[in-house]
Nanobody
Framework: QVQLVESGGGLVQAGGSLRLSCAVS????????MGWFRQAPGKEREFVAG????????SYADSVKGRFTISRDNAKNTVYLRMNSLKPEDTAVYYCAAVSLPKGWGLRRPGDYDYWGQGTQVTVSS
């Protein structure tokens, strides 16, 4: 079993920054591709960013490209999402997710991921 715990959410003004963290325990962290998703009220969960097992490759949704950065520290079993230039439309619950090695990484469908965290709220005020 793999456990994921997000932290770092909060309330920020438009144009501000936040860094989300996701601590992973239970299995070999480096065996998983990691992703960040978000879900706003009344909307479907959507892909935000993904990172490969080594951290050498990343992918982003067009809506966050150039503003968000995903990274991971395999020694700390943690994946991060640095969010800059935040906009009100970035308001959502943000989830981290893990996908096992045979499936690949950077997958954009929530159903492809094996494990999920409980989510952390990000609210951007205008």
């Amino acid at each position: 079993q793999v456990q994921l715990v997000e932290s770092g959410g909060g309330l920020v003004q438009a144009g501000g920054s936040l860094r989300l963290s996701c601590a992973v325990s239970g299995r070999t962290f480096s065996s998983y591709g990691m992703g960040w998703f978000r879900q706003a009220p009344g909307k479907e969960r959507e892909f935000v960013a993904g990172i490969s097992w080594s951290g050498g490759s990343t992918s982003y949704a067009d809506s966050v490209k150039g503003r968000f950065t995903i990274s991971r520290d395999n020694a700390k079993n943690t994946v991060y999402l640095r969010m800059n230039s935040l906009k009100p439309e970035d308001t959502a619950v943000y989830y981290c997710a893990a996908v096992s090695l045979p499936k690949g990484w950077g997958l954009r469908r929530p159903g492809d991921y094996d494990y999920w965290g409980q989510g952390t709220q990000v609210t951007v005020s205008s």
